[in-house]
T-cell receptor, first 115, second 112 residues
Framework: NAGVMQNPRHLVRRRGQEARLRCSPMKGHSHVYWYRQLPEEGLKFMVY????????ESGMPKERFSAEFPKEGPSILRIQQVVRGDSAAYFCASSPRTGDTYEQYFGPGTRLTVT | DQQVKQNSPSLSVQEGRISILNCDYT??????FLWYKKYPAEGPTFLIS?????DKNEDGRFTVFLNKSAKHLSLHIVPSQPGDSAVYFC???????????FGAGTRLTVKP
């Protein structure tokens, strides 16, 4: 976990509001991944980004969810018009590269609660 | 679609004994497998991995075994320690793809 920062750690939103989750990868890492963990379930891949590019968003819901990883600053996962079903833990991970073998290093997660 | 399955949601073992956590997968395109450990309120921590060209990888008390024909892998922890108590996730990655799939996790409890 060391080095991957996520904030806020806890976020409460009312239905219909927007949620913005931030992730700063480990120093030297240019690959960022977002996962969602619903209660009693495993981690579900959402999106993979490199600086200024979305590489794979096959796990992202088609509506209301978006992600970016700008040239400067953290990666942002944005959820518009949140619904109760969006309540989950959202984890960000980073890796230094892609290739044959690699590990992803995870942040502590942001727990989103939609009331 | 559950391509990586951990069929045991929980496992309890005595300190000093062996813990064996199991994982099955369905996608024959997976070529790299990882185990992560997760404590409450923390993100998963990488533990050990294995490439599909190997059938065993060992790191201290942790050994991962891969049986490609059975599409099965397992994590052995010996001897188990109370600090090993956590949720263990199995993960797999298809070749040429960054979409890593996780199992639902197994909660290991090591009793002193």
């Amino acid at each position: 976990n060391a080095g991957v920062m996520q904030n806020p750690r806890h976020l409460v939103r009312r239905r219909g509001q927007e949620a913005r989750l931030r992730c700063s990868p480990m120093k030297g890492h240019s690959h960022v991944y977002w996962y969602r963990q619903l209660p009693e379930e495993g981690l579900k891949f959402m999106v993979y980004l490199q600086k200024e590019n979305i590489i794979d968003e096959s796990g992202m819901p088609k509506e209301r969810f978006s992600a970016e990883f700008p040239k400067e600053g953290p990666s942002i996962l944005r959820i518009q018009q949140v619904v109760r079903g969006d309540s989950a833990a959202y984890f960000c991970a980073s890796s230094p590269r892609t290739g044959d073998t690699y590990e992803q290093y995870f942040g502590p997660g942001t727990r989103l609660t939609v009331t | 679609d559950q391509q990586v399955k951990q069929n045991s949601p929980s496992l309890s073992v005595q300190e000093g004994r062996i813990s064996i956590l199991n994982c099955d997968y369905t996608n024959s395109m997976f070529d790299y497998f990882l185990w992560y450990k997760k404590y409450p309120a923390e993100g998963p921590t990488f533990l050990i991995s294995i490439s599909s060209i190997k059938d065993k990888n060992e790191d201290g008390r942790f050994t991962v075994f891969l049986n490609k024909s059975a599409k099965h892998l397992s994590l052995h922890i010996v001897p188990s320690q109370p600090g090993d108590s956590a949720v263990y996730f199995c993960a797999a990655r298809p070749n040429n793809n960054n979409d890593m799939r996780f199992g639902a996790g197994t909660r290991l409890t090591v009793k002193p």
